[in-house]
């Protein structure tokens, strides 16, 4: 059997992508090397965010797909049965708060470019912000509330995407190990070898997460995606005292930073469950997940900056995962111009979960030659930002190759996707 | 000089203690309750002595002796309410701050009655040079915090010793059925330790069920607190019992009974006239306000209840055990590699497979109190830097070799049988902490046709709650298994707790705290006795 896609991961990325492409007419298969929804769409909170973006083509990634979340999550309803469980989508809107005089002016400055980028962001009194959250510390220096700002549960909505990508007839194959590459005369790549046999497709979509960088050595090429450990502690269950997703503005510099040191920011919200979740850290230490009580501290430190009264709730379980980092902080969406049939998914860092649908529809359109609904460009393997880390024969191919046209890759991609 | 902490000061951590003593090893002792004995030598309060407690224990005096040493000594440091609420492995936590750059960091009161000021406590200057050298090693550090369970502001310590000894047992498992979420349903456990520690019976008119020679001793302890025992139901048949005891049962009585003599509970049966069922069970609780009655029927030898055998009981309370569980989160927080049985894996020495780290007693094999106290006794004199060809080890390796299979053959013939779930009902609660039932978590992993536990435990919430799956995990990944063709598959295990206790999140925050001068000296197994054990 000869799929036109197969793709390599089955977290939200991979399920996304696989949803769309089979709604697009395409025979797809999803391979995954442990469970579905076991890795990085497992150990988030769930987040669709815009307030966290700073104005350029992730905003703009973000601000598509969170425009799709809506229909989506009611097809998805539609689709599934009645039994399945809720994705718990909430458009709860975010508050992010200065906790510092230094850092109240440079928030309210982000919330002005981000407003200009049409993002609806309202900078509010301190008495407002304790409107929207009465427990909050009222020792804040400055307060942005974003509307726009969502949750899922990423787990339950991978789960979901997934299972809706069975119904339209996507076949999904666990535990199983993709160990390299199955290459036509001509050099493209044409499928898989795996731990329990050859897969053919006429495209190969990589949308491992952290690890799409072991997938794409197995298949020969090197990808710069590296693992960033975030660690997330979650209370006991209380009455609802936490109505927004609401942080401390140090996050966004966090999520915009290269440093491979610890950093926590704090991020607290609810969830429907009536847990707490509080984040959040980021610290780049390969895919160690030993647990560090540091790391912990530091995270139920900041928390108390923004809520006192969690001071007196326990923490009753840790978890951590890993985020798909990119050195020049831009997801990797496209076709890979070093060998032709190698696609990528991956590489969004902490915002997986948000971008996801974006990601599926642009991914697709380029494959079947569609208009895509954004500018794929920014997300290109090809972009100049991304040379610097490959090795220089990579760079040098990648320059070649990105004088050729988005054109002729979608129209490569039409004629197969046509056949299909 | 080294230094031993021991978590748990049941049999195998206070004979673990007094090994790695006689070896001249500096030893903390830990243990989460208000006194020493464990689970097995649980008593009651200091200030109510009773003159007939060795009545209701096994081992009694030899309890007494352990304590009375131990507590006597000033080389033994004894911590009770000490709740061990993580481990981390050495190199996780090397210079990401100062509250782990040294091999300990403790609240200053650490120090304890020797001073807080390490300036001024001579006994720590040791303590300084022993542990930086052990910074170097890859002992785990052993994060406590210390005082009453939901106190607030609980002292936090942590040592980096040179050797652990993990000894913190293991808990009783109840198979759910309907009506179990029901007042006045106790597993066994509980109600043991009801009788133990306040002599209080929880009912009137009781059955004991489920499977395991664990409800002889509970049966007992219950006659002896007042309570009418109606019966004992062993849902094993008797042949495969006698099988699974196999040749010199007399071997496992003290295993099996978890110490007490066979023959003390056979007269206690006869005099209290309890009748012993077997192939027999508890299938169903019914009652408004609390249990009124039990659904009793004859289980094949699958355990799969069969039709037309069902009998009604009237009861106040019904205990329900059906073996153990061995509290792994201690051990696979620190790495510590499992047998396919899921206990920790170990060698003659007790070593597992993490260097500096002994497991004894439960953690091990389900083998009983004999086998705990030998574990104990070889893991303490181990971790103190002895060998198993000291003179004083000759006895306790033979008897290791003897008890060694016991939990095997208690296993064979008692061990859970899969068609249990047979008598469930599609409404029958299965995670209490979540409110999840039986239909709705068959329901959720039919639709997502997950074959992760991961994913699995997120989207039906089943083993989420407050006690992270310690009641139910086990039952759901089995009852989740059968949902998957081919079983689960992601190798996760809900006996993985990296945070083994709920913590308070002030108490966490403290620890990110700029360093007290106290607080930032090292300090490890400090020979000062700031606390001392109620016995």
């Given at each position: 059997m000869i799929d036109d896609v197969l793709v390599i991961g089955a977290g939200i990325v991979g399920a996304a992508c696989a949803r769309t492409f089979a709604a697009a007419g395409l025979q797809v298969t999803v391979?995954?090397?442990?469970?579905?929804?076991?890795?990085?769409?497992?150990?988030?909170?769930?987040?669709?965010?815009?307030?966290?973006?700073?104005?350029?083509?992730?905003?703009v990634l973000a601000q598509y797909s969170a425009t799709l979340w809506p229909d989506t999550v009611a097809d998805l309803t539609a689709e599934l049965p009645g039994t399945f469980p809720s994705v718990e989508f909430e458009q709860k809107g975010g508050l992010v708060v200065a906790t510092t005089e230094p850092g109240a002016q440079p928030l309210l400055d982000f919330a002005a470019r981000q407003s200009d980028s049409g993002v609806d962001a309202r900078p509010i009194s301190t008495a407002e912000a304790l409107v929207l959250e009465p427990d909050l510390n009222p020792a804040i220096t400055a307060a942005v509330h974003y509307p726009e700002d969502s949750q899922v549960q990423p787990t339950i909505a991978a789960e979901a995407l997934l299972a809706s990508a069975r119904v339209r007839g996507v076949r999904v194959i666990t535990n199983t190990r993709v160990t390299g590459p199955i290459l036509s005369a001509s050099g493209d790549l044409v499928g898989v070898q795996t731990s329990k046999g050859d897969l053919h497709a006429g495209h190969v979509v990589i949308a491992a997460g952290p690890w799409s960088g072991e997938v794409a050595a197995a298949l020969g090429v090197n990808l710069p995606v590296k693992p960033r450990r975030g660690m997330v502690l979650v209370t006991t269950r209380m009455p609802h005292r936490v109505f927004h997703k609401v942080y401390d503005a140090d996050y966004v510099g966090a999520t915009l930073s290269s440093d491979a040191a610890l950093q926590t920011s704090s991020v607290v919200e609810s969830t429907a469950s009536g847990t707490v979740l509080i984040g959040s850290s980021r610290q780049q230490v390969g895919f160690d997940n030993r647990f560090d009580v540091h790391v912990l501290a530091e995270i139920a430190a900041k928390a108390l900056r923004l809520f006192p009264f969690l001071a007196g709730m326990s923490v009753m379980r840790a978890y951590g995962g890993f985020r798909p980092f990119m050195p020049d902080h831009m997801p990797l969406i496209g076709a890979d111009p070093r060998l032709p049939g190698l696609w990528h998914a991956t590489g969004h860092e902490g915002a997986g979960i948000g971008l996801a649908l974006g990601t599926a529809d642009i991914i697709t359109a380029l494959m079947t030659g569609d208009q895509p609904p954004i500018d794929p460009t920014p997300y290109s393997p090809a972009r100049d930002s991304l040379a610097p880390f490959l090795d220089s024969d990579d760079a040098a191919r990648l320059s070649d190759a990105s004088a050729a046209t988005a054109d002729d890759t979608a129209d490569q991609a039409a004629v197969s996707g046509g056949a299909a | 000089m080294t230094d031993v902490v021991i978590i748990g000061a049941g049999p195998a951590g206070l004979a673990a203690a007094t090994s790695a003593r006689a070896l001249g090893a500096h030893v903390v002792l830990l243990d989460s309750a208000d006194q020493l004995g464990g689970q097995y030598w649980r008593h009651l309060p200091t200030q109510r002595p009773s003159k007939h407690e060795a009545g209701l224990h096994h081992g009694w005096?030899?309890?007494?002796?352990?304590?009375?040493?131990?507590?006597?000594?000033?080389?033994?440091?004894?911590l009770t309410q000490a709740q061990v609420?993580?481990?981390?492995?050495?190199?996780?936590?090397?210079?990401?701050?100062?509250?782990?750059?040294?091999?300990a960091t403790t609240g200053s009161a650490c120090t304890g009655s020797a001073g807080t000021d390490p300036a001024t406590t001579g006994a720590s200057a040791r303590n300084s040079a022993g542990s930086a050298a052990s910074t170097t090693s890859a002992v785990p550090t052993v994060h406590v915090l210390v005082g009453e369970p939901d106190g607030v502001g609980r002292e936090r310590l942590s040592f980096s010793p040179d050797a652990i000894v993990l000894a913190n047992g293991a808990h009783d498992r109840a198979l759910p059925f309907p009506g179990?979420?029901?007042?006045?349903?106790?597993?066994?456990?509980?109600?043991?330790?009801?009788?133990?520690?306040?002599?209080?019976?929880?009912?009137?008119?009781?059955?004991?069920?489920?499977?395991?020679?664990?409800?002889?001793?509970?049966?007992?302890?219950?006659?002896?607190?007042?309570?009418?025992?109606?019966?004992?139901?062993?849902?094993?048949?008797?042949?495969?019992?006698?099988?699974?005891?196999?040749?010199?049962?007399?071997?496992?009585?003290?295993?099996?009974?978890?110490?007490?003599?066979?023959?003390?509970y056979a007269r206690n049966h006869i005099a209290n006239r309890i009748p012993y069922l077997t192939g027999r069970g508890v299938v169903a609780a019914h009652g408004t306000e609390r249990v009124t009655h039990v659904t009793t029927a004859k289980l094949d030898t699958g355990w799969a209840p069969i039709a037309g055998t069902e009998k009604t009981v009237a009861v106040d309370a019904v205990c329900i055990g059906h073996g153990f569980t061995p509290r792994l989160e201690?051990?696979?927080a620190a790495g510590c590699a499992l047998t396919a049985e899921r206990f920790v894996r170990v060698d003659a020495h007790q070593r597992t497979t993490v260097p500096g780290v002994y497991a004894a007693g439960e953690l091990t094999a389900i083998g009983g109190v004999d086998a705990a106290l030998v574990e104990g006794t070889i893991a303490g004199h181990a971790a103190a830097g002895g060998h198993l060809s000291?003179?004083?080890?000759?006895?306790?390796?033979?008897?290791?070799?003897?008890?060694?299979?016991?939990?095997?053959?208690?296993?064979?013939?008692?061990?859970?049988?899969?068609?249990?779930?047979?008598w469930l009902t599609d409404d029958t609660i299965i995670c209490r902490c979540e409110e999840v039932n039986y239909g709705a978590m068959c329901q959720t992993a039919q639709a997502t046709e997950s074959t992760g536990l991961r994913s699995l435990k997120l989207s039906t919430r089943a083993g989420l709650g407050l006690c992270q799956g310690r009641v139910c995990g086990r039952t759901v990944e089995e009852l989740l298994a059968c949902q998957t063709p081919g079983g689960l598959s992601d190798g996760v295990m809900t006996d993985r707790r990296p945070i083994a206790a709920p913590v308070r999140i002030a108490d966490l925050a403290a620890a990110a705290l700029p360093a007290s001068p106290g607080r930032n000296s090292p300090q490890t197994a400090s020979p000062s006795k700031p606390s001392r054990p109620t016995t």
């Open positions: 391979v995954e090397r442990g469970a579905a929804a076991g890795g990085t769409s497992a150990a988030g909170e769930g987040n669709l965010l815009l307030s966290d973006k700073q104005p350029g083509a992730e905003l | 005096a030899k309890f007494q002796k352990l304590c009375a040493d131990l507590v006597a000594d000033p080389d033994c440091r004894i609420w993580a481990i981390t492995a050495a190199e996780s936590s090397a210079g990401t701050g100062p509250a782990s750059t040294g091999s179990w979420d029901l007042p006045g349903v106790f597993t066994a456990g509980a109600a043991q330790a009801l009788a133990k520690s306040e002599r209080i019976a929880v009912g009137d008119r009781v059955l004991v069920a489920g499977a395991g020679p664990f409800l002889l001793p509970v049966a007992a302890s219950l006659a002896q607190v007042g309570a009418t025992v109606l019966g004992v139901l062993e849902a094993n048949h008797m042949q495969r019992i006698i099988s699974g005891w196999g040749k010199k049962p007399w071997q496992l009585i003290g295993a099996a009974s978890k110490g007490a003599e066979l023959a003390g201690l051990a696979i000291d003179p004083a080890m000759k006895s306790q390796v033979a008897k290791r070799i003897t008890f060694s299979g016991f939990a095997r053959r208690i296993e064979k013939a008692h061990g859970i049988r899969a068609m249990w779930p047979g």
